[in-house]
């Protein structure tokens, strides 16, 4: 389990189901990755400075802007410090909250973290007013309360909410995105692996690991979703269908072949981050991406296809870049040089 080169640990183990012997080969056991080896592989294949210009959505958004590539909106930031957003409306009291809000409200504004992961902190304002601010699951409150309370110190990017394509709205109740798998290589880009997340019942956000959401693997020639996953108790639940309306097994995704041309241009404008992932929404007028994040974790891809994530192709090119995945763990040492 443990062992390289996928070097599982106990929780992955039994999430991926790898413990019911009738299921996988051995070499299909083989093929899974722990995502703890995630952050020290994206550092071997990455240039580290640009980790930064992926992670902060601001620069990113920018040079994804300037490449031609569709971003959404950004109407304002909301930052209390001192830092300059060349063209973008920056948000530090009460009262330039409130116009922002009350002026772009029609549709919803989502929020974001500027150099936030996996959707934590996000938030979905649905009403205000000249005195009270309203999101997704919360109570009204003051905007000098909402800045103190929930802002805190972080930077926070507000957009206009973006909507699904209407082949996907019966299957998500936020937007849902595509998270594209990429090896930036010599001369292509190659995806091993492509998963829609579906946000399901009151989650704002299409992260797996919210209660009741989707995530589904995509045939990456065709488009076509092929499998349902959701996150049980101790095990990945792989279902027939939607478990509400059925259709969704099987659809092919709208705007797949620009989808695909859009993550390339993404991925060539931040080609020094060779191990990259893009999240990409599917809107009724093309996709647009979300977010491009420096690396991707292991989990996701594999959780959503029932199937290891380190083919011969992908092991090619993390070892491309010197990781060796046949190394076997150091082992830890007390003091004193006693092993434990």
């Known amino acids: 389990m443990a062992k390289p080169p996928s070097r599982l640990n106990m929780v992955e183990y039994v999430r991926n189901g790898l413990h019911h012997e009738d299921r996988f080969t051995d070499a299909e ?17 990455n240039h580290h400075g640009w980790n930064s210009a992926a992670e902060d959505k601001i620069l990113a958004s920018t040079l994804l802007e300037t490449a031609g590539v569709p971003v959404p909106e950004t109407v304002g930031v ?13 948000i530090n009291t009460p009262e330039a909250l409130r116009d922002l809000v009350c002026n772009h409200l029609e549709g919803g504004l989502f929020g974001k973290i500027v150099e936030g992961m996996v959707s934590f902190g996000a938030f979905l304002i649905e009403d205000a007013d000249q005195s009270t601010i309203t999101c997704a699951g919360q109570p009204p409150i003051t905007y000098e309360a909402f800045l103190d309370e929930f802002v805190g110190q972080n930077s926070y990017v507000v957009q206009p909410l973006l909507k699904n394509h209407s082949a996907i709205q019966d299957y998500a109740s936020a937007l849902a995105t595509v998270r594209m798998v990429t090896l930036v290589r010599e001369n292509d880009v190659f995806c091993p692996v492509a998963v829609i997340k579906l946000p399901q019942g009151p989650n704002i956000a299409d992260a797996f690991w919210r209660p ?14 092929e499998t349902v996953a959701r996150r049980a108790k101790m095990e990945t639940e792989f279902l027939d269908d939607h478990p509400d309306n059925p259709g969704l097994m099987g659809l092919k995704l709208p705007f797949w072949d620009e989808l695909i041309e859009i993550n390339d241009r993404a991925a060539r404008t931040f080609q020094p981050i060779r191990y990259q992932s893009t999240d990409i929404a599917i ?6 991406v979300v977010e491009l994040n420096y690396g991707g974790g292991f989990d ?10 380190l083919t011969p192709e ?18 830890k040492r007390w003091l004193f040089g006693k092993r434990r």
Not at 78 to 90: A, C, E, L
Not at 300 to 309: E, F, K, V
Request: charged residues 20%; aromatic residues 10%; positive net charge.
């Open 29 to 45: 056991r083989a093929a899974y990755i722990s995502n703890d080896l995630h952050w020290p592989i994206a550092h071997k294949c």
């Open 78 to 90: 909301i930052d209390r410090s001192n830092r300059h957003y060349p063209g973008v409306t920056k």
């Open 212 to 225: 009741g959401n989707l995530a589904c693997s995509i045939n990456i020639e065709t488009g076509v979703i």
């Open 283 to 288: 809107t009724e007028s093309g996709p647009v």
């Open 300 to 309: 996701l891809p594999q959780y959503a296809s029932g199937r290891g994530m």
């Open 314 to 331: 992908v092991r090619s090119f993390f070892e491309g870049f010197g990781y060796d995945l046949d190394a076997k763990p150091q082992k």
